[in-house]
Structures are given as structure tokens and as C-alpha cells.
């Protein structure tokens, strides 16, 4: 997906989020947003929204000299998502079709996200999909929640890889990628993204989530917010080449390969209206796709 | 009151949003990003937002090329506004309390303001306040709705200044204005911005909306989205001077003069995060406060 204008707005915001969260105080915010404005002339509308995420960030971390301004926030997501896995995996236990519930609590776990603006309640958002309303609203919304296509292309192939987007997040993918491993039978790899970039998450969280005991875990080689394949290690293109279907979580992976020519299942929730607007859905609609 | 970081990414939507409704295509919308950007780094933080509100206006006229882009909107909230003046005063004449009925509807038209996100509805606005939730608002944001303190200032004084914000708005200004001359026996000076910015209201549209009527109506001299007293004419200033009483509507005002020595009651619908953390209210808290 290409960056509108409307992001400009927001990029300006993240990097005023990111260098508070970090102590910057306002004369060294004020710094960020001068050279920011900067770059902005010479950023092409072209590239995709994470590509000048990466830009971005790494102007932040620059300037305010915070390698991982984040750190604390992820480590303190995974443990709050660690200590809903039991509950949320007897949901999944409980209900009548555990791919569907899996997949619901992988989305609903894409809440998790500091790069977009509304502190998302994670544990409203869960129980907001095991009430009546996410029925309502997938009913309504079809078109962006295409469970019954992706239930087929899953029964058809056997290596996926599935790109994780947020630390704690990475906990909700955990529940998701047991049901294709351990229920399905599917071959699983992981990838994180390869530095620090805003929550996303890491090689270090995927370990402490759990997911190295169902899936292969990797690294995509980039600290791009979003899989830009032209930043990813040769061992990363490899793999990706070689899978069958592509598992995307969140915006910013979205973002970076809306339109690559390849078997790609979108997993996120729409939480911007430029996103919305791409998709053809509602900011809050939760969506699984195909590209 | 000074402008904020956070003001930033505002600037940008406002400008974008601007050269919309102007019809500029995306070339034209990058170009006007692209100086604004230039602009930013050379904008003190120590002026207040109407100050970098102006030059942006200034910015996105001269690109576009559109002397006022708001013209259709003022005009249609000049009519939408002028249709509901027989039931408002409907209202005003059936309340208990014709001054407070009075102040809230000119609090509730400060909804009608395209320079703030969000399309605010103004029918739903009136209703609100004719409803049990205005009152429990209210009862929890006295220091914030200081209509007792106003009530008695009113009783002390003869001359009025009242500044006007948003054209719409105007008549809803109207009707506190009437129970200000009519009722109370002031006398009111509304003034008004001198040229095209934003929707705020100019000398056609108080004419429009009957204001000379029941109040001499005067330019500030200024173009500015607030009364910054540094651009406005000499004969403004004597007016000012003179006053016993400014009432100031609106978001920008508030921004423009919140830190003036001078008998100054504010009343505003507060819309942005910014403008509440100043105040010390909540967004969307109707404002009665003086300074």
C-alpha cells in the first residue's frame, strides 16, 4: 500500500509518542519534529506507510539516543498476554469451531499496538469477540472476514509462514499456530522483525511467549514496522518464496505487501481510516483477507 | 495560550482538509505539505496556535489559489442556523432561566467549527443540552462552567465586547446577545474577522444572521483564526480598551487571549486534548471560564 497524505499527520504524532515514551523532554521533541519536517519533501508518496515508519523511528532513536524506546512496554505485553494464554486456550478448548475462536483471538490480540493512536483495551477487546456484537459485525462485514476461503486454502497446503507484528500480540498468534501445527498438522515459521522497531515484536519475545515450542522462529532481517521484502535478508526471501501461504498479522505488514503477487492471508484490526478506506471496511472492523 | 507539539500533526490536517474542500488534487495537496514542512522548524512554540494557524491559511490559499474555500459551508451554516432561531428562542422564552438557556446554546453552536476534527452534529448538540446529561455534565465541571460568576460580572457592567468564532455559530450568538441588550440593557459590540478564514464569521455573515439588529457590528482587523491583538486595526484596539466585558467564543479565541490581562469570560465547546489540558477539562466539556 502507498502512503497518502494522511499519514503525514500521524508519523508526526508516533514520533512525538515515541520520543516521550523514551524522556525526551519537549526541547529535544521539538528537535524531532524540525528534522522530520526535513525529510518530508523528499518522501515519495510511492513507498509504503513503513518504510517511512522506518525513517521515522530511527530519527527518533537518533536524536534521543533510546536504542529500544519500547522495551519496558513489550516486555510488560508479554507478560500480561502470558497470563491470559491458559484462559483464552480453554476458550479455544470450549468452542464448537476452534480455528474460527484461534484465528478471532489472534486478531483481537492485534489491539496490542503502540504505533496507532486509542490506548486499546486488550482484555475489552477479547471479550467483545466472544459476545454477541462480533457476530453482528462479522455478519456485517463479510467481505473483510473471510474465514470460510481461508479454512480452504489452509486444508490445501502444508508450510506457512505467519509474520508477527506486536510483542504480547505474539502470545494471541501462539494460540493460533498450535491449532495449525498441533491440530492441523501444518509446518509453522515464524518471523520477527530483526531490531527494535516501536512495539513490534523480536526474536527475544517470540522465545519468551513460547512460540519456539510450535513453530520455527526467524528473524526477517529488517527493522522496518512492516515485512519490506526489499530490506529482508536473502535467508528471509528464501523462505518466503518457497511457502505456500503467508499468514500477515497487523497493519504495518499490510502495508508493506498489499500487493506483492503471492498467497497472503491479511490478519489485523482496522484502526485507521486510511487503512479502512484501502480495505473497503470500518476503523475497528476486524479483518482476515486475501491478496 | 502557547502552542504545543501536539498541535503539529494538527496544522497538517487542517491544511490537508483545507485544500479538499478547495478541490486542490493530491500534486497540489503534496506541494502544500511540503512548504508547510518547511515552515515548521522556524515556528517558535511560544506564539499561540491562531498565530501558525494564520500563516498556514495563508500557505494553503496561496497554492490553491482559492481566496475562501469555506464560502459554501459558512453560507450553509448561516442558513442551517438561521431555520432553528424560532425554536431556540422558543426555548429561551419557555426556560426558567433565559441567561443560562442562553449561554448554553451559544456554547452548543460553538459546534459548528471546520478548523477541528470530527464532524460535529449541531442537533444533536442542542438536544444534549435540553436533556438530564448537560445538567450532570455541568454538576461535574463547575469550575469549568462559572455561570454564577458570570451572572454577577454581567450585573456590574454596561459595555460588552463579544467576540465572534464560527459563521452558523452567529446566530446562536445572536440569541445570547438579544438577552443581553433586550432583557439585561447592555450594549454589545460583535466583532467579527476582517477577512476569509476558515469558516470563522465575517461582517456579511453577522449581517446575515441579523446580528446588527441588536449589536453594533465591528471587524478585528485581523484574519487570524483568534484575536491576536498584535493584527488587529487601531480602532479595535480603542473598542477592546474600553470594554467592561469580553465575551469570547470559541477554541481559537480562547488560544489567541487566554493569557491577557483583561475581564475576559470564555465560552467554547473544548474540542481538541490540547485546548482541554489548558483549561483543566475534559474534551467535549462545554467551557465557561474566565481569565
Redesign the interface.
Known amino acids: 500500500m502507498r502512503t497518502y ?2 499519514c ?3 508519523f ?2 508516533q514520533a ?1 509518542e515515541t520520543a516521550r515514551l523514551a524522556g525526551a523532554n ?1 526541547i529535544i ?2 528537535k524531532i ?2 528534522e522530520l ?2 525529510l ?2 523528499d518522501f515519495p ?1 510511492e513507498a509504503s506507510p513503513p518504510e517511512m515508519g522506518k525513517t521515522v523511528y530511527a530519527l527518533v532513536r537518533g536524536i534521543i539516543g533510546v536504542k529500544d524506546p519500547f522495551k519496558e512496554i513489550k516486555e510488560n505485553s508479554n507478560k500480561l498476554a502470558l497470563r491470559l494464554y491458559p484462559e483464552l486456550k480453554q476458550e479455544i478448548n470450549n468452542s464448537e469451531d476452534r480455528l474460527l475462536t484461534a484465528v478471532k483471538l489472534s486478531i483481537a490480540g492485534n489491539v496490542i499496538d503502540y504505533g496507532v493512536k486509542n490506548s486499546l483495551n486488550v482484555e475489552e477487546e477479547i471479550n467483545k469477540i466472544f459476545n454477541k456484537d462480533f457476530k453482528i459485525d462479522n455478519e456485517n462485514n463479510k467481505n473483510v472476514f473471510r474465514y470460510q476461503e481461508f479454512k480452504e486454502i489452509l486444508s490445501k497446503v502444508k508450510h506457512i509462514i505467519y509474520l508477527a507484528d506486536n510483542a504480547g500480540e505474539v502470545v494471541f498468534d501462539r494460540l493460533l499456530i498450535e491449532e495449525l501445527t498441533e491440530k492441523l498438522g501444518k509446518k509453522v515459521i515464524y518471523v520477527v522483525r530483526d531490531k527494535p522497531i516501536i512495539n513490534d515484536a523480536l526474536i527475544e519475545d517470540a522465545l519468551f511467549c513460547g512460540i519456539n515450542r510450535t513453530a520455527e522462529v526467524v528473524s526477517s532481517g529488517s527493522d522496518a514496522p512492516g515485512t519490506l521484502l526489499k530490506y529482508c535478508s536473502p535467508e528471509f526471501i528464501r523462505i518466503y518464496q518457497k511457502a505456500e501461504l503467508i499468514i500477515s498479522k497487523g497493519q504495518g505488514n499490510y502495508e508493506a505487501l498489499s500487493e506483492e503477487d503471492k498467497l497472503i492471508f491479511f490478519l489485523f484490526k482496522a484502526k485507521c481510516p486510511v487503512i479502512a478506506e484501502d480495505v473497503g471496511c470500518n476503523v475497528r472492523d476486524m479483518v482476515l483477507v486475501d491478496r
Open positions: 497524505l494522511d503525514i499527520p500521524c508526526y504524532r512525538l519537549e521533541q521539538k519534529i524540525d519536517s526535513k518530508i519533501p508518496l
